[in-house]
């Protein structure tokens, strides 16, 4: 085990509708002199908001934003972690990026796409579970609208850490408290979410409570404001917990198709 403690910063904020260097310089301001720090989450899509306009705003892998992540990767020591509009091969996608300081680059797609907002009409989904490993933690990756189905999330003893980026609207808030404490409980894991706040450019709010929620289901809620908040989240607690309490050894077995 390389470190217990796993320290994580949550950035809430509101992203300034498709304005990638507004965002960008936000960014640079409130994570300047940030260190000790083992994970910076971003929300989704942290540099352009929930936006469709996909043309106009992808970036290939090697673009701006991705290297804008190594470099606050290099000087944080930190990962760096948050969801962008990225094209590949003709298609667009919804991806989560996970850019450390040695310039590795993880990624995740989006599986589940809103299609009662159009998302789907824009871009490709995912196909595939990831696992990043970090720190002697195992760590699941999910975009926003993921949370709701819980057959993709499901544990199969195989992460430790739920990371979820959002941009999570105010009329099912509620939805968005409860299913992550669900999460964290019917998977005996660490539950990280970060959601923005704010109002888009097509009306939509946003009401934040990026949260931290432990295995039994207590959660941290950080409300509807501006913020950087860090926790720590122990390795060992949960594992102890997992031992002491081992309902994952009779959970349901299932392929995904």
């Not at 470190?3 to 507004?22: M, R, T």
């Not at 090697?62 to 948050?82: F, N, P, S």
């Not at 789907?120 to 990831?130: C, D, K, P």
Request: hydrophobic letters at 40%; charged letters at 20%; aromatic letters at 12%.
């Amino acid at each position: 085990m390389e470190n217990n403690e796993l320290k994580i910063a949550l950035i809430q904020y509101a992203p300034l509708w498709e304005q990638k260097s507004g965002n960008l310089d936000y960014c640079n301001r409130i994570m300047k002199g940030m260190h000790g720090i083992d994970i910076v989450v971003l929300p989704e899509m942290f540099t352009t908001g929930f936006s469709m306009n996909v043309k106009a705003l992808a970036e290939p892998m090697g673009g701006l934003t991705v290297q804008w992540m190594k470099e606050k990767a290099r000087e944080t020591g930190a990962a760096i972690a948050g969801s962008m509009i990225i094209e590949e091969n003709g298609k667009f996608y919804n991806r989560f990026l996970w850019v450390t300081s040695d310039g590795n680059v993880q990624y995740y797609d989006k599986r589940h796409l809103f299609a009662i907002g159009n998302e789907n009409l824009h871009y490709t989904a995912g196909s595939q579970r990831v696992t990043i490993e970090w720190k002697g933690w195992k760590i699941r990756p999910l975009i926003c609208y993921d949370l709701r189905f819980p057959v993709w999330s499901r544990n199969h003893d195989d992460y430790d850490l739920l990371l979820y980026v959002a941009n999570w609207p105010s009329p099912r808030h509620h939805v968005w408290k409860n299913l992550l404490i669900s999460r964290a409980i019917e998977n005996q894991c660490w539950c990280v979410a970060v959601n923005r706040i704010g109002s888009d450019g097509i009306g939509l709010n946003y009401l934040g409570d990026s949260a931290i929620i432990d295995a039994r289901g207590n959660a941290s809620f950080l409300g509807y404001r501006e913020c950087v908040e860090t926790f720590s989240l122990s390795w060992q607690e949960l594992h102890d917990f997992r031992a002491k309490f081992p309902i994952l050894m009779d959970r349901d077995e299932f392929i995904i198709s």
